[in-house]
């Protein structure tokens, strides 16, 4: 059981994660950098704390990361003093960039305690202000593992998500992880954000806006994010966003050509090439139609020897652990996949 967790970070996303678990029964102590959201955050239930230190003497049993991640160096440089004093603290984190991240904490010497984590939840909204709990309402985390990280670390985070959050996890290696990240977030801010610049360019653009609907609003919603935030997030995953984006953009260019040239059979098969994905959504819209109660379930033994690679095949198959019948004995619920 994880019964007190460490926020550091009230933005969005911790402040979201610190006001879910205190709504579910959890004791947060939380840390930000400016005490601005402290008044609120007490009276949801958010143990409030002036320094680090403070945060730590508290025995938080998981303290999440939750800051920025070009602030992430210096915070555990600050951390790692600390962590002498509480070893038995599992330190993860809410970054959408996990290889980063490791490399960052085992420099600061960590990265025995450490197990990265990344919550697929999130909005264009930012600050103490936007969050909700609501934001994790049925969210998958990607929980990111290596050979040497510890199993009863990895099922301390893992009880935090299920159990304190009420959430599902697959578990990755970070290189899987951030590949997966930029294919279905970090490139298509990107191409979002591009839609936005070309409107913005167009002579027109006061008539284009104005017919604009469903589609447009739902192809730039990501767009409307505070371009930094963006940018950085891009940034810090830009060896695999530059690869995607060529083969994006080799695609359009493709598309441009078969227009040209009235080419109706690649035109066919362009717009029939992602039915794959159409069937998937289709299947994943009618498992839903039901309570996720319903969904099947099944248990999975988690080997003592390997158990990082049982975990990701079984992500791979599309299977996702929301809970344990003991600490090798995993329940896996069962979703439709491509």
């Known amino acids: 059981m994880v019964n007190t967790v460490g926020i550091i970070g009230l933005g969005l996303i911790g402040g979201s994660l610190a006001r879910r678990l205190a709504e579910r029964g959890i004791r947060v102590v939380a840390w930000n950098h400016r005490p601005h959201p402290y008044a609120q955050a007490e009276a949801d239930g958010i143990f409030c704390k002036s320094t680090l230190a403070e945060l730590m003497d508290a025995e938080p049993d998981v303290v999440v990361l939750c800051n920025p991640l070009k602030a992430m160096p210096a915070m555990l440089d600050s951390l790692a003093p600390l962590m002498v004093e509480h070893p038995r603290t599992t330190i993860t984190d809410v970054g959408s960039v996990k290889g980063m991240v490791r490399e960052q904490v085992e420099a600061a010497g960590l990265g025995e305690c ?46 935090l998500i299920t159990k304190g959050v009420g959430n599902r996890l697959i578990v990755l290696d970070d290189e899987t992880h951030d590949k997966a990240a930029a294919m279905i977030s970090h490139m298509p801010h990107v191409v979002s954000t591009a839609l936005i610049n070309e409107l913005s360019a167009y002579p027109d653009r006061n008539i284009a806006a104005a017919l604009a609907a469903g589609c ?49 059979t690649d035109v066919i098969r362009f717009f029939a090439e992602g039915n794959p994905f159409r069937q998937y959504k289709s299947a994943l819209t009618h498992a839903s139609d039901g309570a996720a109660e319903s969904l099947p379930e099944r248990e999975l033994t988690v080997p003592e020897s ?33």
């Open 114 to 159: 450490y197990v990265g984590a990344h919550p697929m939840a999130g909005n264009e909204l930012s600050g103490w202000q936007a969050a909700d709990p609501h934001l994790y309402d049925d969210a998958l985390w990607a929980v990111t593992v290596d050979s040497a990280t510890n199993y009863q670390r990895f099922l301390d985070v893992a009880a």
């Open 216 to 264: 447009w609003r739902d192809m730039t919603r990501v767009a409307l994010t505070d371009p930094n935030r963006t940018r950085a997030m891009v940034e810090e995953d830009a060896l695999n966003v530059e690869a995607l984006l060529r083969r994006m953009a080799k695609r359009l260019t493709d598309m441009a050509d078969q227009l040209h040239d009235g080419d109706e």
């Open 306 to 338: 390997g158990w990082q690679q049982t975990l990701l095949f079984s992500a791979r198959r599309g299977e996702a652990i929301i809970g344990f019948v003991n600490p090798r004995q995993a329940i896996i619920q069962l979703r439709p996949a491509m």
